[in-house]
């Protein structure tokens, strides 16, 4: 695929009376979530209700109210997950049971509160500082995790090598498409260095799970808790590790673990905003509580990273939609944000400065190694 490509994959569109008030800069959008057209594979009903609602509206009638299913899903993941981390931690007098990727954003913020004040785990958080960490969340970090007394450690990879990665995902192909649905290719490096950290700390303290708090539109509900098998672990990092070093370098590859010493059991992957009911305006009330709060220096769809605004224009301009509209559109359907503030959230155009300082951040060593003729 090249820069510009469209990446729709035949979505159909009806066009009828359900259209009307849904055109959104020249684009239509799904009546009951937020979806554009220029999603790939979207299609829409002659009410311009997308599939995604029409799946999840179908079984409504005969086997009670949406939200009660999700209710009992929710209850039965966080059992599991309970039972399960009982059964791992048992007998463990030292160390921790859980690692925590930790941003100090909203969301990894209430997985740390989560896992250590509700379900009582010894947690250690993880920050990874990609160079573009809001100093706002910086900060959140240090009162909460002061407020909380949860271990911290805190790792920065190479600012230069990071942000040679960054303009290459900005410049290149560096991802399969479907990788790219729920993520920008800049944020999609990132989690990847960032995974690879959490994956590669584990192992080496013996942690028997690694957490993410990552949003019920932004995780599958039916794989909240992952074991993975050593030998498709070895393969789907091997891959990573590959395109992160043929963008980057081969110092990229440090900061990921042995691929060939790899334990029987790796560590078990757990997403638990998905035990719980996600109503984003309770979770910062309650965090307000620990001392966090809402960055001011951050695009409206991130509480973390400064790069998210860049990230996010050059995947709108590059693919047709916004990155987020497949989590918002989740979040949304599941009652969970109104519909209204879900086009906000994807229309807000204030992260436009931002986008122009950082790129030229990002570019600035690479403009002064071709003034002095080194590498960047």
Not at 51 to 78: A, L
Not at 143 to 160: E, F, I, K, T, Y
Not at 271 to 300: C, M, N, S
Request: glycine share 10%; net charge positive; aromatic share 6%.
């Amino acid at each position: 695929m090249h820069q510009g490509q469209d990446m729709r994959t035949g979505g159909t569109v009806a066009r009828g009376a359900g259209d009307l008030g849904n055109i959104i800069g020249g684009i239509r959008h799904c009546t009951r979530c937020v979806l554009p057209e220029t999603v790939p594979g979207i299609s829409f009903d002659e009410q311009c209700v997308c599939q995604y609602c029409r799946e999840r509206e179908s079984g409504n009638s005969d086997q009670g109210s949406e939200k009660e299913r999700d209710k009992i899903r929710r209850d039965h993941w966080r059992k599991e997950f309970l039972a399960m981390a009982r059964g791992r931690v048992r007998g463990r007098d030292m160390g921790h049971d859980v690692l925590v990727a930790y941003s100090g954003g909203k969301d990894s913020t209430y997985t740390v509160h989560l896992l250590s004040q509700v379900f009582g785990l010894r947690v250690l958080a993880l920050s990874v500082d990609n160079g573009f960490m809001s100093p706002g969340a910086m900060d959140n970090m240090r009162r909460v995790l002061d407020r909380l007394g949860v271990d911290h450690m805190l790792v920065r990879p190479s600012p230069p090598l990071m942000r040679a990665l960054f303009r290459r995902s900005l410049e290149r192909e560096l991802y399969p498409a479907r990788a790219l649905l729920r993520a920008s290719s800049v944020c999609t490096s990132c989690i990847s260095v960032v995974k690879a950290l959490v994956l590669k700390t584990a192992m080496d303290m013996h942690i028997p799970f690694v957490a993410y708090g990552w949003s019920p539109g932004q995780s599958q509900r039916d794989r909240c808790i992952i074991q993975h098998n050593r030998q498709l672990m070895r393969s789907t990092m091997g891959k990573t590790r590959d395109i992160l070093v043929s963008a980057a370098g081969p110092g990229m590859a440090a900061y990921f673990p042995d691929l060939e010493s790899l334990p029987a059991e790796p560590p078990r992957e757990v997403h638990p905003l998905a035990f719980v009911e996600y109503d984003e305006e309770r979770i910062k009330d309650l965090i307000g509580h620990f001392g966090w709060r809402q960055p001011v220096d951050t695009d409206p769809n991130s509480t973390n990273c400064l790069l998210n605004a860049l990230g996010n224009r050059e995947h709108l301009r590059r693919y047709g939609f916004h990155p987020y509209a497949l989590e918002i559109a989740g979040i949304v359907r599941a009652g969970n944000m109104t519909r209204e503030e879900g086009l906000r959230k994807l229309q807000d155009t204030k992260g436009e400065a931002m986008a122009d300082m950082v790129r030229e951040m990002l570019y600035a060593d690479a403009a002064q190694s071709a003034r002095t003729g080194t590498d960047a």
